[in-house]
């Protein structure tokens, strides 16, 4: 081994030791240092090998953290700005599931949504008699579910159910 092998593993390593990370970003933070390519492609595979870089590992653990408040869309699109393929993150899910079985995204919208309504303060019998207001609030949670990244049909379901409850208990 070169000297300037080891300081790059060395500070891999370091770096790995303070968070994980997925291949590109610390592909970003070795050339940032200077490394030169074939000496980082070289650390990368060395990590790989040695299972200290996985990226299909990584994407389970952050789709574990994430899902209580964010939806598949926006964990997905995450997942692939930070440069994991969409092959890994399809391995990832099928990880996830054969582990706990299929997971319901309505549930977790429901819980999202359960926190944020929480915080707002609707006055649910005005919605029964005020078409605008009822709109404007549905907009309003169906917006901030989409931020967090539920898809239409999950969005349209939960917040429809949540609004039902509220005209039914009566």
């Known amino acids: 081994m070169n000297e300037a092998y080891e300081k790059g593993l060395n500070y891999a390593l370091y770096l790995l030791s303070l968070q994980m990370r997925t291949v590109e970003e610390l592909r ?3 050339k940032n240092k200077t490394y030169e390519d074939d000496l980082v492609e070289a650390i990368i595979n060395f990590l790989k090998t040695s299972k200290y870089l996985d990226d299909v590992n990584y994407a389970v ?3 574990r953290t994430k899902r209580e408040r964010f939806g598949d869309y926006r964990i997905d699109n995450t997942l692939v700005q930070k440069g994991i393929s969409r092959d890994d993150i399809e391995k990832a899910k099928n ?6 079985g299929e997971q319901d995204p309505e549930a977790f919208a429901r819980g999202v949504l359960d926190k944020k309504i929480a915080t707002l ?3 649910w019998g005005r919605l029964k008699t005020d078409y605008k207001y009822k709109y404007s609030t549905y907009q309003k949670l169906a917006h901030f579910l989409a931020g967090r990244g539920f898809s239409g ?3 349209k379901t939960v917040i429809s159910e ?3 409850e509220h005209f039914f208990d009566e």
Do not use: F, G
């Open 28 to 30: 970003t933070k070795l």
């Open 162 to 164: 949540r609004l039902a």
């Open 95 to 100: 990880l996830l599931e054969d582990e706990e």
């Open 153 to 155: 049909r999950v969005i």
């Open 61 to 63: 653990i952050y789709m």
């Open 121 to 123: 303060s609707i006055d």
